[in-house]
């Protein structure tokens, strides 16, 4: 069963027994608030900086993220030259070409 079912059980549970649906969605507002808090807290983001570091945070990731895709770019790069080169020796191996550039 879900969070979000199991909340809805509890509710319906204290619904029947009286307690106003108004107040009860209070409460668990109020709850989960005060646990996000804590949450935050806990990890060290529940200061005025906390936005600015998590910007900060998906700014360098995103950084990250673009020198990977970058270098991998470069690395496939030199893989197909290195190819092409190799090719070329190969082609100039086979029709005895050495010959023409003085080895």
Known sequence: MTGDAVLATLMAQAEGKGV??????ALVEESSQAGARRALGALGLDDERARRDMDELRELL???REAKRSVWKAVAGWFARLALAMALVGLAVRFRLSDLVGA
Request: proline share 0%; net charge neutral.
């Open 20 to 25: 106003d649906l108004i107040t009860l969605r």
């Open 62 to 64: 995103a950084a990250w």
